[in-house]
């Protein structure tokens, strides 16, 4: 019987993955999960696998702060030394989240194997200093691979939760009726400023006979602002397979675990990258997208700015009422030149790809390619078939059973 610790600790980025990979395991496998306490991971690890707690936090803010924070770093790596010895781990598999660093930490002062996991096209701080101390570094996206020094990282994909894998039914409380349905997630981090420019590109969408469901976030005073019959908000839903794999189009952030989820549910989809995401690192996951025509960027905006709109309607339009999408099509076409000259929004999408059929890969536009398909979505749907990693559980799974024997 192998025994196995799993430091994974903050969101659904770092957890759901590390929870894929504890499920893919051999049954007869004891598997313990190490993480930081008032974190995701104390509601949604199972009792089964044993939560222990430990304080870690970042290194942020003035110097006496980060001071602190490298004392509070070497007492858990002490702490996860002990714990290491005292439960006979075998192998440490990290998906990133504050207990990471002393975790490796600890682990490399006991000589223990250590599989780390690096979701993000661009790798996190810890990934970047601490990788080359691991036996094995996996990543989600192999641009990711050049990007961490001293070591050979090898490609697997990012895990996602086994109902994305199967089919699932679309929820009876999506709005009803036969007109394409518009999948929007907020997200907990930045859910405000896309929730906003959201609800001002909506109202036409539903007159049109969109279907859409919102869902906001807990942080979104105005979530109710909206009101229609084709329209449900809701801060969260717990069947995001059903809905994505039935949805026409999806509205998302670009993380990691996001764009995997996305990718196997084959979910065309519109990537609004969280500006003040670390090193800009969803700006570099939602390009790996887009490079395979899976998907259009569009960078947070105004309300007042139409680059949401306007992308919304020339990937739905051929989906939607004739007569409402000539009409904001007229519409569209004033407004957007009164507009132009606003460069705080760029819809990286539609004006900087080219023909799907293009030997660039980066020159993949699906709103243009209309030689092969005069539907743009199902281009995306394509695209993301193309960038879905349907084992990457399974291959993280072998990697800690080879490291154990």
């Keep these: 019987m192998s025994r196995l610790l799993i430091a994974a600790s903050g969101t659904g980025g770092h957890l759901f993955p590390a929870l894929a990979v504890a499920y893919a395991l051999p049954s007869n496998w004891s598997v313990r999960w190490l993480g930081v306490p008032n974190r995701l991971e104390t509601a949604l690890v199972p009792k089964r696998f044993g939560l222990i707690t430990i304080p870690a936090g970042g290194l942020q803010g003035n110097s ?50 250590v599989l780390l996991h690096e979701s993000n096209a661009i790798p996190g701080r810890v990934t970047r200093l601490l990788g080359r101390f691991c036996s094995v570094v996996a990543v989600g996206l192999a641009s990711a691979t050049d990007r961490i020094p001293g070591c050979k990282p090898v490609v697997t994909g990012t895990p996602v939760r086994s109902s994305f894998l199967s089919a699932q039914p679309l929820p009876e409380w999506v709005p009803a009726g036969e007109g394409p349905l518009l999948i929007v997630i907020g997200g907990s981090q930045g859910a405000v400023g896309l929730n906003r420019m959201v609800r001002a590109a909506l109202p036409s969408l539903l007159e049109a006979g969109c279907r ?29 397979p059903g809905l994505l794999q039935h949805a026409d189009l999806a509205i998302s952030r670009a993380g990691a675990g996001s764009l995997s989820e996305l990718a196997v549910c084959g979910t065309p989809t519109i990537l609004v990258p969280f500006p003040q995401a670390a090193d800009q690192h969803q700006d570099a996951n939602a390009a790996c997208a887009a490079a395979v025509a899976a998907a259009v960027i569009v960078h947070q905006h105004s309300p007042e700015h139409r680059a949401l709109g306007d992308t919304l309607w020339r990937l739905l339009g051929s989906r939607l009422k004739r007569s409402e999408v000539n009409d904001n099509q007229a519409s569209s076409t004033t407004q957007t030149n009164s507009t132009s000259n606003d460069n705080t929004a760029i819809n990286i999408g539609s004006d900087a790809l080219k023909p799907a059929m293009n030997d660039d890969p980066l020159n993949a536009d699906p709103m243009r390619d209309n030689t092969m398909y005069a539907d743009p979505l199902v281009a995306m749907h394509e695209g993301m078939k193309k960038l879905a990693v349907v084992d990457a559980d399974q291959k993280l799974a072998e990697i800690l059973e080879n490291l154990c024997r």
């Design 64 to 113: 006496l702060r980060k001071l602190l924070q490298v004392l509070q770093l070497l007492a858990a790596s002490v702490r996860i030394r002990h714990l290491l010895k005292q439960q006979k781990i075998e192998a440490v598999f990290s998906t990133g989240g504050y207990i990471a660093a002393p975790a490796i930490i600890a682990a490399r002062c006991c000589g223990i194997p």
């Design 212 to 240: 859409v469901v919102h869902l906001t976030g807990n942080n979104d005073p105005d979530a109710e602002q909206l009101q229609h019959t084709n329209l449900v908000t809701t801060p969260f839903s717990d069947e995001m």
